[in-house]
């Protein structure tokens, strides 16, 4: 994990990141965020198009002869395929399951945006797209002056708004998507994420009411999924299908339909 000195997050300039991407955010923690960003790393690495993954930071690590384990940010970069060190693909890990800044500060440390984004760039610069998975919500703090929006924004990604599928995701949903138009973060659009195998009326009914209040398209409902003799959930050929079908929405100009046949 790279050492911190300061909180500033307003070192560089934003547009001095290179390259194209997505940004991945969720409605809340536990909402499939890593799945969807595996699933997507996956499909685009299989179609020959060159994708860098990085979760910048990652807490509640486990620690393994000596040093903290991103069990995510493991799992992102074996679905893309690549061989990016630790340090970029995840420069800040925390032991503590806590927010980043909460977790940097009860560790004795302080996240650097500037570095988060250093680390960006040079991703960028390596790969035709990069995908940034954040941690929660878009408004959970990195620092007392910036949250995860401030970070998408600096970076200058469009949104990927991964909605659990449950009572209050309609909430939730709206409130994530108000905030990021209100600071100018474009978004590319929502996947609704069914967590749970016994779907509630909530459950049921989730995407047609997304799919009428969202002024963004909501791209796929993902099934609830489960683990197929150990098989990694975004090895799912069913995710993998619908995460192709949205593919063009999201990545316009790089993933056309045609190129994805």
């Known amino acids: 994990m790279r050492s911190a000195r300061s909180t500033d997050p307003a070192a560089p300039q934003r547009g001095s990141a ?23 790393a996956a499909v685009l690495r299989a179609r020959g198009i060159d994708v860098g993954v990085m979760k910048p930071i990652e807490t509640g690590c486990p620690e393994r002869h000596g040093r903290l384990v991103p069990s995510d940010s493991l799992v992102l970069r074996e679905a893309s395929r690549t061989r990016d060190s630790m340090d970029l693909v995840t420069p800040y890990r925390f032991r ?30 390596r790969h035709r797209v990069v995908l940034v998975e954040g941690a929660g919500g878009v408004m959970v703090p990195l620092t007392e ?10 970076l200058r990604l469009p949104l990927v708004l991964v909605v659990g599928s449950r009572l209050g995701a309609i909430n939730h949903a709206r409130l994530t998507v108000d905030a990021a138009l209100r600071a100018g973060v474009p978004l590319a659009g929502a996947i609704l994420n069914c967590t749970k195998k016994d779907r509630s009326l909530a459950d049921r009914t989730n995407l047609s009411a997304l799919r009428r209040l969202l002024p ?8 609830y999924l489960t683990r197929v003799r150990g098989r990694a959930l975004w090895r799912d050929s069913r995710l993998q299908r619908l995460l192709v079908r949205a593919l063009p929405q999201l990545l316009p100009g790089l993933c056309d339909s045609s190129h994805l046949r």
């Open 18 to 40: 290179l390259g194209t991407g997505l940004f991945i955010t969720g409605t809340d923690t536990g909402v499939g965020k890593t799945l969807i960003t595996a699933g997507l």
């Open 216 to 223: 963004v398209p909501v791209v796929a409902e993902i099934p």
């Open 145 to 154: 002056k910036a949250a995860f929006l401030d970070l998408a924004a600096l």
């Open 96 to 125: 503590e399951p806590l927010a980043p800044m909460v977790a940097a500060e009860r560790a004795g440390q302080a996240i650097e945006i500037g570095e988060v984004h250093t680390c960006f760039s040079i991703l960028a610069r």
